[in-house]
């Protein structure tokens, strides 16, 4: 076993392998009995493990023996976790396969020798006369090309090499021939017998007194995959010496030549070409180091002695280093012939042994501050180890050592004696371990209270072979508990009896104290609560908590502040809340307490008289609104009539006009909403069909959602009757459409169904229902998803996670009222990367369907401002102005940047919104908004551009947070993008701010 610091815990086994006691090995880390070369393998398996990348590793390392000698294991190593998921300590077994790693050895030097005497053997030869006939082959050169019984002639010579050598072969033999010019060529052939490729080295030369041509050839195909072997391992030995900072030197000292590995050159940081002497190499070592390292090196020298040192050191790019320097001469009769030797970059090893002293000097000051005491106990040898705060603890003299059980006991009070005694026994024999509270008197007479921790240590047979733990006297805090006992009981009478909510917080922020009024206002119980972060605290207000609760920290009071929070159940209460700090014996602050009390009933009044006020002034704009607005709509209402009737029913342009005069009149009922704006709503049920609705709202929440997400909608069979205020519920079904469509940016599918549910009585389980038959719909997405807390708080009326230009109104919230208000029920599920499925219940009525009447959908409010629109595309600028005009805004149009800024500028009322395209001749949209801020700074501006966000150039690309439309766009996003840029959104009911 072995933890986290490297310190190892092992059994019998393993000591007997490499020569330790259990004892030795048990003191020392598994770096000091691993290979020097094998270490940085080592510690990346480890590293793989706690990054989770695998859950455990096997792999093969080299350790030394405690004679030297080296020990080849095949290692399969676990990581133990807690219950947290982090790492513990790892467990390991080791076999030992030095004899296995030995016969490998020898059988790879014997294929390496079998190899070359293949390699010098596999050649042939052959003799051709001047008119190519073969007058004789060898055997050897007939195996090679694959033609045996005298198979070989000069066409398979020089038609068996592959199509791109047959041209060098023939200029070759034309050379010969001609101009007696000997060819010494290698190449690749394809043999007849077995179709397999074998690379050949061919010699060839003309004997003018015989009229002969005399070749020779030998298969190389082995010395060519040996050669790429060898290369390919050089490379993995590079790669391996530059992943574990490990290089290797030789010196030849009889010729005082030297060579260094590549890894030798980067921690010396210079480059290969640079030569470097013994003495250069010297030179980087810090000057304190040198003459250690000159010391050493000479008695390899001379007397032939190893050294393994690590030294300072710093390099050729100025880096301050350790490293490990190790020379191993090599002594034939009696002379020092050659060093063999590695330099290892030791830095970080250095730096982790450096921050380890550190932390255990952290640890010591720790126990003596906070008067916790370590010890450890060894059950056979009776042997105690104590830190230096349990002398303290137990008055007794550090110079005298630890002391021995049975002294150790006779400190422990009679009257706990027994109950500790058995307490240890227990963890002795069975390896229970113990926290007990208990009294004990030190030498000097004084009794002091502790408390005492144990985790007994066992081996892989279960037998306890140590006992290790810690002590702390809480002699004064107990001293306190007993002095703040009545004052407890007093003050736990009035908190309790208390109409206000009290509530008390640590330095931490976690909940000390909760009464009957902070329960009743709040709804979590006080078992619920204590020793937790106060969960009443909406996430748009923690800020604003923080500073608050910094405030009192300082010391400061703070009076009736109010306050809004959520309950329990996610409902919104408004508190006057008083906070001061809490302070201690030392008049220290050591939390906060709060006296709160419920305002929620007079938020409401104030919130209905404010409605009321505005009202007036809402009614009144409504009003003139909706007069200019009717009469637009008249006159399109008007023309439409008069076209159709030059149509017959079933043309498709009565069909058409239809669906145009369908659209006036959802516009027309669109101005009665307005005028109806910033009311609080009751709603106006009537029975109707969902399916209906469902069906009508397919086309508008399928162009709403955009092409890149298919929505699906699989109803019920037989449609179902509900009785529902049917322009809330459409408006419900539109903002989770909306909410579905942030969540799946890059697209995705949006699906609705619909089936009968029947409600029971166990069915209920908390929904706030009654039994009886319901319509269930389901709404899912395939987004982004939710996490626990965001799903948690989704609901809550002041919760979003859109930034504030992106909001659309008050978005879920306003979906949760709408069914609560029909007297349904609404749940979501989700997780992060798996959508989102919002769950509806909505009870069914039992009428005559048949009767009902569906009213038409409106369509997105018109609205009403000036507008600057900028375009130099005409193509663009005219249905734009038609389109925005035709929605109730009075827009001016210019064809580039530089008039559009001279038009803001002799403009005096100023523009509501400049409607601008980013890329212009003259000045770009960016210059031109810039400009006209300028004039005045709170210019509103909406950009459009052909090009996609990503891809714009950063010196024209709008800044952060200015909205952006992307061409090309329907013309009716562009209404809709103006309407909310100018507070002309869709929404039941205003914010509370």
Request: proline share 4%; aromatic share 6%.
């Amino acid at each position: 076993m072995t933890g986290l610091d490297g310190h190892l815990h092992v059994n019998k086994a393993l000591s007997d392998m490499l020569g330790y006691s259990e004892e030795e090995l048990n003191e020392k880390t598994w770096m000091d009995i691993t290979h020097p070369d094998d270490i940085a393998q080592t510690a990346a398996m480890i590293q793989s493990l706690k990054s989770e990348e695998t859950d455990q590793v096997r792999f093969e390392k080299r350790h030394i023996r405690s004679d030297g000698a080296i020990v080849w294991a095949d290692i399969q190593s676990f990581l133990q976790r807690n219950t947290l998921g982090e790492p513990q300590y790892l467990i390991s077994s080791a076999v030992d396969i030095t004899e296995r790693k030995q016969a490998e050895d020898s059988l790879r030097e014997s294929e390496v020798h079998l190899c070359r005497a293949e390699l010098l053997g596999e050649f042939g030869n052959w003799k051709i006369d001047l008119d190519t006939r073969m007058v004789a082959s060898s055997e050897g050169a007939e195996s090679i090309y694959g033609a045996w019984g005298g198979g070989l002639t000069f066409d398979v010579i020089h038609q068996a090499p592959l199509l791109e050598y047959q041209s060098m072969l023939k200029d070759a033999w034309h050379g010969l021939i001609a101009e007696n010019k000997p060819y010494n060529v290698e190449f690749k052939i394809k043999r007849d017998i077995d179709e397999t490729i074998a690379d050949i080295h061919a010699i060839a030369r003309y004997d003018e007194r015989s009229n002969m041509v005399f070749g020779v050839v030998q298969d190389v195909t082995e010395r060519k995959r040996v050669e790429a072997s060898l290369k390919r391992s050089q490379a993995l030995l590079s790669a391996a010496e530059e992943i574990s900072k490990v290089g290797g030197w030789e010196l030849d000292c009889l010729t005082g030549q030297g060579e260094w590995t590549e890894e030798v050159y980067r921690i010396y940081g210079i480059e290969e070409t640079d030569l470097m002497s013994i003495q250069d190499a010297t030179a980087f070592y810090d000057k304190e180091c040198i003459p250690i390292l000159q010391e050493a090196f000479r008695n390899a020298l001379e007397k032939g002695e190893p050294y393994d040192l690590e030294l300072k050191f710093i390099n050729a790019r100025g880096e301050h280093l350790w490293v490990r320097t190790i020379g191993r001469p090599v002594v034939i009769d009696g002379q020092v012939t050659k060093i063999y030797g590695n330099i290892v970059d030791i830095t970080e090893r250095r730096q982790t042994e450096e921050a380890l002293r550190e932390s255990e000097q952290s640890l010591l000051e720790a126990q003596k501050l906070t008067h916790i005491g370590s010890w450890t106990y060894d059950p056979v040898t009776q042997q105690p180890r104590w830190s230096d705060e349990m002398f303290r603890i137990w008055g007794l003299d550090p110079e005298l050592g630890a002391p021995t059980y049975a002294y150790h006991m006779k400190l422990i009070h009679p009257d706990d004696f027994q109950r500790f005694d058995n307490t240890v026994r227990e963890a002795v024999q069975h390896g229970i371990p113990y926290r007990l509270e208990l009294r004990i008197c030190r030498p000097d007479g004084d009794i002091r209270t502790i408390i005492t921790i144990c985790e007994p240590q066992c081996d892989s047979d279960g037998r306890v072979v140590s006992l290790r733990g810690t002590c702390q006297d809480i002699t004064e805090h107990k001293q306190s508990e007993e002095a703040l006992c009545t004052a407890n009981d007093y003050l736990q009478a009035l908190v309790h009896s208390s109409a206000l909510a009290v509530i008390a917080l640590d330095l931490d922020g976690k909940i000390t104290m909760w009464n009957p009024a902070a329960e009743r206002i709040f709804g979590w119980t006080e078992e619920e609560i204590m020793g937790q972060p106060i969960p009443s605290i909406p996430d748009d207000l923690r800020d604003q908590y923080v500073t608050n609760i910094a405030k009192v920290l300082q010391g400061e009071t703070l009076r009736d502040v109010e306050l809004r929070r959520k309950t329990k159940t996610g409902d919104t209460v408004f508190v006057s809340a008083s906070l001061a700090p809490l302070r201690g014996p030392t008049n220290e602050v050591i939390g906060v307490i709060s006296m709160t009390g419920d305002v929620t009933e007079r938020k409401k009044l104030e919130y209905r008289l404010r409605q009321a006020q505005k009202l007036e002034v809402v009614g009144r704009l409504s009003a003139g609104l909706a007069h200019e607005f009717k009469n637009m709509l008249m006159g399109i209402s008007g023309y439409a009539e008069v076209l159709q009737l030059k149509f017959k029913p079933d043309d498709p342009n009565f069909v058409t006009i239809d669906d145009l005069l369908a659209c006036v009149d959802n516009a027309s009922k669109l101005t009665n909403q307005i005028q109806r704006f910033g009311k609080p709503q009751a709603i106006d049920p009537s029975p109707i069909k969902i399916n209906q609705i469902l069906k009508e709202l397919e086309h508008m929440l399928s162009r709403l959602l955009g092409e890149n997400i298919q929505l699906s909608v699989n109803l019920v069979s037989d449609d179902c009757v509900i009785n529902a205020d049917r322009s809330q519920i459409e408006q419900a079904l539109v903002n989770l459409a909306i909410n579905a469509r942030d969540a799946m940016p890059t697209g995705g599918t949006f699906t609705i169904r619909t089936r009968h549910r029947t409600i029971r009585e166990h069915d209920i389980r908390g929904r706030n229902l009654v039994p009886g038959e319901y319509l269930k719909i389901w709404i899912s997405d395939t987004g982004v998803g939710m996490d626990e807390e965001t799903r948690d708080q989704v609901f809550e009326p002041f919760f979003t996670t859109k930034s504030k230009g992106n909001r659309t109104g008050m978005g879920l919230s306003v979906v949760y009222s709408t069914i609560k208000q029909h007297k349904g029920h609404i749940e979501v599920s989700s997780r992060p990367g798996a959508g989102a499925v919002f769950r509806i219940l909505l009870p069914c009525i039992q009428v005559e369907a048949d009767n009902l009447e569906i009213p038409i959908s409106p369509p997105p409010r018109h609205g009403a401002g000036s507008i600057l629109l900028v375009e130099d595309e005409e193509s663009v600028r005219t249905p734009c102005k038609m389109m925005l005009e035709g929605f109730g805004y009075s827009v001016i149009c210019a064809t580039n940047g530089e008039e559009a800024v001279e038009m803001y500028r002799r403009r005096t009322e100023g523009f509501d919104l400049v409607v601008m395209d980013l890329i212009m001749p003259k000045l770009s949209g960016k210059q031109a908004w810039q400009a006209m801020r300028k004039v005045h700074s709170n210019v509103k501006v909406l950009f459009m551009s052909g090009h996609l966000s990503d891809s714009i150039h950063k010196d024209l690309a709008p800044p952060p947070g200015t909205p952006l439309l992307t061409k090309p766009f329907p013309l009716r996003r562009l209404v809709e993008t103006v309407n909310e840029l100018l507070g002309y959104g869709s929404g039941s009911e205003p914010a509370e701010e």
